[in-house]
């Protein structure tokens, strides 16, 4: 089935809401899916990377975890003016990952 934009937007809210019951599969599955999906809203797929990043955080999948908060960010930073407030979460995400891998880069 081909889904418009406010379908794949509840792909992606849908999963967030698993995964905040606590049911990370089955909400990495929704993720996954949304990005199949070829969504032409590239911060929907940055905060679909940001999501992926946390369920990684919580499987202790650190590097991984990284690298979606990573392409998340740079994501956000090709479309957003550079003090937008939607880049917080995404830099705090990171400053998270960097602190459980106990690796702070200058």
Excluded: W
């Excluded at 740079?74 to 995400?93: G, I, N, V, W």
């Amino acid at each position: 089935k081909n889904y418009d934009g406010a379908s794949k937007t509840t792909l992606l809210h849908f999963g967030d809401l698993i995964r905040q019951m606590g049911k990370e599969d089955e909400a990495e599955k929704y993720y996954r899916y949304f990005l199949h999906q070829n969504c032409d809203d590239r911060i929907q797929v940055a905060d679909c990377y940001h999501s992926l990043g946390i369920l990684a955080e919580k499987k202790k999948k650190l590097d991984q975890s990284l690298q979606y908060h990573l392409d998340a960010l740079a994501m956000k930073l090709a479309r957003l003016e550079p003090h937008d407030s939607k880049l917080a979460r995404s830099y705090q995400s990171l400053g998270r990952a960097y602190r459980q891998q106990g690796d702070f880069p200058q």
